[in-house]
């Protein structure tokens, strides 16, 4: 039976004995085993059902452990490393041959990042190796911000869940790379692009219709509820489409409804217009809205700026056939 806890001490002993423990962090809980152990990396692909081509990111508790995980750090990525981390900022670097290449999915790069939450990094300063950690949840279905959400996915399959309260920024860490001199943003998620080129200047996102992708979770459908979900916007001619079902609302802005032939669940992902705010709700809320047997979900699309941007793009991905 899963153990929902906040004792570091029996995390930590479970990880030795190269078990997984749902970790949390400032972004999403993530699914964690030492990244040297070959039994944990091989479960944790296992437990989440990921294709073994998509790679890993390398949790990290200071600078000081950098060395030990990748070749060599960019100027750029000193840069960047310097204003966000601990937070939600994911560098792509040219991998150490320490790194087994199974967390790299056999790349010469590995993703690393510095999680901003007081219990994960006194775990990480507490244990003799990194952690490696994708979200905690089954491969392409919604991303879990609070312990629950991992003990609905995971109950029968894992000894623990470190209990971290919900997470605060409430979607990935952003995933920025270097190609030839060039900054690739390779996923859009907690730190806006306007935030990173305020540091470093005009990074370029990766082309999503890319067939090489080099982050694969830029290309297929993914984040997704299990309810039909379609991305609207005018919510009012959409909710007029479908009369007589009962539909799941996720909003940004005020809604008057015009038709009264539907039933509607409404969750308003901010209640004061702030992106932010809407970023640390949006994957509780289409937990929420999944769990209520609904016929159909309508998101509204959000402006296409800042943490705007990278909602947009968890929605998108949530409504590919
Ligand atoms: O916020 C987060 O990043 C969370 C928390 C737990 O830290 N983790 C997370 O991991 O979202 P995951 O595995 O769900 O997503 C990792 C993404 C994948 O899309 C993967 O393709 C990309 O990182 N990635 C990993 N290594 C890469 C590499 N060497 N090059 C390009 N993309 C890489
Ligand atoms: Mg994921």
């Not at 790299?104 to 901003?116: F, H, L, W």
Request: charged share 25%; net charge neutral.
């Amino acid at each position: 039976m899963i153990q929902i806890s906040t004792d570091l001490f029996k995390a930590k002993k479970i990880l030795e004995k190269e078990c997984l423990v749902a970790i949390p962090t400032e972004t999403v809980y993530g699914l964690a085993g030492n990244i040297y152990s070959d039994k944990a990396i091989k479960n944790i692909f296992k437990t989440k059902n990921r294709p073994y081509h998509n790679p890993l990111i390398v949790h990290i508790h200071s600078l000081e452990i950098l060395p030990k995980i990748v070749k060599e750090v960019p100027e750029k990525a000193k840069k960047l490393a310097e204003v966000f981390w601990p937070g939600s900022l994911t560098l792509v670097l040219k991998k150490s041959d320490s790194v087994p290449s199974i967390i790299s999915a056999g790349k010469e790069t590995v993703a690393v990042r510095i999680p901003n939450h007081p219990l994960t990094l006194e775990l990480l300063k507490n244990l003799d190796f990194p952690l490696a950690a994708p979200s905690a949840n089954p491969f392409g279905s919604i991303s879990p911000t609070t312990s629950e959400h991992v003990v609905h996915y995971f109950k029968d399959q894992l000894e623990m869940v470190l209990e971290g309260g919900a997470c605060s920024n409430g979607i990935e860490s952003t995933i920025i790379g270097f190609e030839n001199d060039e900054v690739i943003l390779y996923r859009l998620g907690s730190i806006s692009k306007e935030e990173i080129e305020s540091v470093i200047g005009p990074i370029k996102i990766i082309n999503k219709n890319d067939s090489s992708p080099n982050a694969p979770g830029m290309l297929s459908k993914h984040y997704a509820p299990k309810t039909k979900i379609i991305l609207s916007d005018n919510i009012n001619e959409d909710v007029n489409k479908y009369t007589g079902k009962k539909i799941g609302l996720l909003l940004f802005n005020e809604f008057t409804p015009l038709a009264v032939n539907n039933k509607l669940i409404i969750e308003k992902l901010s209640t004061i217009g702030d992106l932010k705010e809407a970023s640390a709700n949006l994957y509780a809320a289409m937990h929420r809205l999944d769990n209520k047997s609904l016929d159909l979900i309508i998101a509204e699309k959000f402006p296409d700026l800042e943490l705007g941007k990278s909602i947009n793009d968890r929605l998108e991905r949530a409504t590919k056939e």
